[in-house]
């Protein structure tokens, strides 16, 4: 493990070089007829769509940490590099932004990501981020490990987890586009369980820059009990509790499967869209207007 410190900034690189092939993971558990979507009972999620990360949603997700100086750890497993300097590009927008104090933890080795020197630096973090890549990636290095058992601590702390891209996918119970092939497959075998952070709901990015806004169907049309929001580029939701608000750029997309008859039906709409500022009842699964801003962190 190297250490390195300098102006302010705390940088820690942990890697190894080789990934199993056919690693071996638990089986999805089946998924409950009775829906249950949740969010996270303290703390907060900041889920991205992709492409710009915009000043709104960076000062959205220090806000809930607790400013630019609470520690972060950034996780870009994802991106399938073998190792990530102290000054990989991927850091850029968070030292453009003034954060303080950034760790950087890779592995691709579940025994290291099971190990206590490895996740040290999740125990003292106020903030999570994974960046984009393949989600496939990060269920392989930490799904089930004592790397996910530690983040789900930062939330228990009051603290944020975000991600973008893929590392937005990877934050749900049900986790689309993980397939090793590509990731045009929505639902794949072996790959469908995320970290959970988000139960009973399936995330895709990059919705309407990639023309992908329909995609989510197939899913809630196989599981009804899942919640499918489609995000798009430079757009987020920040999860807190039993609600989500949308914020950045563009859209959001709900498809709920459970809608079975009804107004969107009828009008041939099988989801609709969510603007920034409009707030979503994760327990009523209902739209529920606009964010007071004075409510806000």
């Excluded at 954060?99 to 190990?115: E, G, Q, W, Y």
């Excluded at 490895?118 to 981020?129: E, H, L, N, Q």
Aim: aromatic content about 6%.
């Amino acid at each position: 493990m190297g250490r390195r410190g300098g102006m302010g900034k705390t940088l820690v690189a942990l890697a190894v070089l080789c990934l199993p092939a056919f690693p071996a993971h638990p089986a999805l558990p089946a998924l409950s007829a009775d829906p249950v979507v949740k969010g996270p009972e303290r703390g907060a999620l900041v889920i991205v769509g992709g492409g710009r990360v915009g000043p709104e949603i960076l000062t959205r997700f220090f806000d809930l940490a607790g400013g630019r100086d609470a520690p972060l750890v950034v996780i870009p497993t994802a991106n399938g590099a073998d190792t990530f300097p102290d000054d990989w590009s991927g850091l850029k927008m968070f030292k453009d932004f003034g954060v303080t104090t950034i760790t950087l933890l890779h592995t691709t080795d579940r025994k290291i990501a099971d190990s206590e020197e490895f996740v040290r630096p999740i125990t003292t973090a106020r903030a999570v981020w994974f960046p984009g890549g393949r989600q496939w990636r990060l269920v392989d290095s930490y799904l089930h490990t004592r790397t996910q058992r530690e983040i789900e601590r930062v939330l228990e702390r009051g603290g944020v987890v975000g991600g973008s891209s893929a590392g937005a996918s990877i934050l749900a119970s049900y986790m689309v586009r993980g397939a090793r092939e590509n990731n045009d497959i929505m639902m794949a075998p072996g790959y469908e369980e995320g970290f959970g952070l988000i139960k009973g709901v399936a995330i895709d990015q990059h919705m309407l820059t990639r023309n992908r806004q329909d995609d989510l169907e197939e899913v809630v049309a196989k599981h009804p009990d899942v919640l499918g929001i489609g995000l798009d580029e430079s757009t987020a939701i920040v999860v807190r509790g039993q609600q989500f608000e949308v914020t950045g750029a563009s859209k959001v997309a709900i498809h709920d499967g459970r809608i079975v008859k009804g107004a969107q039906e009828r009008h041939g709409k099988k989801y609709f869209f969510m603007a920034p500022g409009e707030r979503y009842d994760l327990t009523k699964l209902e739209r529920i207007g606009k964010a007071n801003r004075s409510e806000q962190p």
